[in-house]
């Protein structure tokens, strides 16, 4: 079964990058057929689809942030890292990674998450 721990600073001032890791076991970012994925949480509002990367290495983002997101790889650690630049306070969320066989979430028969990490944008 795949496990998936995000990673990162809890608190971000506005202006800079935030940049969240997620570390995978039970599963191989290369060779299993899911999209890895992150979504995160608002205060006080639904969650928010941010963006995935394939087994290939193709990215896909929202197109609300897409201006300001990236997501990369390191193969060698079995990790994904989503980079949100020139963040402000209403990127402040609790961010999850996860895995699923859809794009998008929930997608059948079932994604994995993380347990999430609150990121926080204040001075």
């Known amino acids: 079964q795949v496990q998936l721990r995000e990673s990162g600073p809890g608190l971000v001032k506005p202006s800079q990058t935030l940049s969240l890791t997620c570390t995978v076991s039970g599963g191989s970012i290369t060779t299993d057929h899911y999209y890895w994925k992150w979504i995160r949480r608002p205060p006080g509002k639904g969650q928010e689809w941010v963006g995935a990367?394939?087994?290939?290495?193709?990215?896909y983002y929202s197109p609300s942030l897409k201006s300001r997101t990236s997501i990369s790889r390191d193969t060698s650690k079995n990790q994904f890292t989503l980079q949100l630049r020139s963040v402000t306070p209403e990127d402040t969320a609790v961010y999850y990674c996860?895995?699923?066989?859809?794009?998008?979430?929930?997608?059948?028969?079932?994604?994995?998450w993380g347990q999430g990490t609150q990121v926080t944008v204040s001075s």
């Open positions: 990367m394939d087994s290939s290495g193709s990215t």
């Open positions: 996860g895995a699923g066989h859809g794009l998008g979430f929930p997608s059948p028969p079932r994604d994995y």
